[in-house]
């Protein structure tokens, strides 16, 4: 029979070993990190987030334009069938929110298949201009399908050639225009920001080429403010919409995304303190449908 002695130095010589490779597990396991770490340092490596997706920052832009790549041909179509119908009136309350005057020269940044553009004009047709002062709106997307939706539909609805209004259709990134300083006298952004890589990018870049006294203006996606509306609204989004976008689209995985990069997007204060501090001053902000989505006012002054 084993001694207490014996037992007892059995027990400790046991618990030295383990403490030692456990030691040796711990040591790799914090090398491992480190190493890695550093080399996430090295390559700079920044990571944001795609959906409920946590992806590289590098990644995001071209996996946003394969999203919209795919949808563009059904993109209106699909914005009726998930709002019902809604997302019209929202952006005629944005367009009156902006109330443009004769002479604006707007940049509809991300202004795809060209909504909000179709209702500035409309809004200035109706519009008294004894003066025929010309206004001018830039539409630019990062996604070049989506402009060739708005300019089809621009020629439909026979706005190509308005005037005293003119249309110009342009490829770009919100988050790095091409535009000098101080070119447009209104920013509107509708439907868009919560699908860029670095919002503060875009922010910046819209208080740069807005002139002094002009003003930037975004209807987004926010988050709901009545608890019994936000239950229905989360089942409606994430058990309905991808369902809507395969049997209308012919695509599950893009609405899947939409779906969760709203959930994603900054709430209401905290989208304001970001428009603040890209420099605009007078920030509001405005809820529809119970937050549903929200209007963010700014101006350059």
């Known amino acids: 029979m084993m001694s207490y002695k014996v037992l007892r130095t059995n027990i400790i010589r046991e618990s030295q070993i383990f ?3 456990l030691g040796i597990a711990m040591a790799k396991r914090c090398y491992m990190k480190t190493a890695n770490t550093s080399t996430s340092e090295q390559n700079d ?3 944001t987030h795609f959906g409920f997706q946590t992806i590289r920052e590098s990644e995001k832009a071209k996996e946003v334009h394969t999203v919209f790549e795919n949808v563009a041909n059904s993109y209106d179509l699909m914005n009726d069938a998930m709002s019902m119908g809604i997302h019209r009136i929202w952006k005629d309350i944005f367009m009156q929110e902006l109330g443009p005057t004769h002479g604006t020269h707007l ?38 399908h989506m402009l060739d939706v ?6 439909k609805l026979g ?21 000098p300083e101080d070119s447009f006298t209104a920013y509107t952004i509708a439907f868009g920001v919560r699908n860029v890589t670095r919002i503060d990018k875009v922010l910046s870049e819209a208080y740069r ?12 996606f926010s988050h709901v403010t009545n608890e019994t509306l936000q239950w229905l609204y989360d089942r409606y989004s994430f058990q309905i919409i991808p369902v809507m976008g395969q049997l209308i689209a012919g695509q599950w995985k893009p609405y ?46």
């Not at 708005?150 to 020629?155: H, P, S, T």
Request: positive net charge; proline residues 3%.
């Open 159 to 179: 706005l190509s050639q308005d005037g005293n209004c003119s249309i110009t259709w342009k490829r770009e990134d919100a988050e790095n225009l091409s535009f």
């Open 107 to 144: 940049l509809d940044s991300a202004g795809g298949t060209g909504d909000i553009t179709f209702r500035y004009m409309n809004f200035l047709r109706n519009t008294p201009n004894p003066h025929n002062t010309r206004s001018h709106v830039t539409v630019c997307d990062i996604n070049q």
């Open 19 to 21: 403490t030692k490779c």
């Open 45 to 47: 490596e920044r990571t």
């Open 209 to 220: 080429v807005l002139q002094p006294g002009g003003r930037f203006l975004c209807l987004e």
């Open 256 to 301: 899947q995304y939409l779906v969760e990069s709203i959930r994603r997007f900054p709430k209401q204060e905290d989208f304001k303190e970001m428009i603040e501090s890209a420099g605009f001053r007078n920030v509001t902000y405005r809820n529809l449908t119970c937050g549903m989505v929200a209007i963010h006012s700014g101006f350059k002054l």
């Open 150 to 155: 708005g300019k089809e539909r621009a020629n």
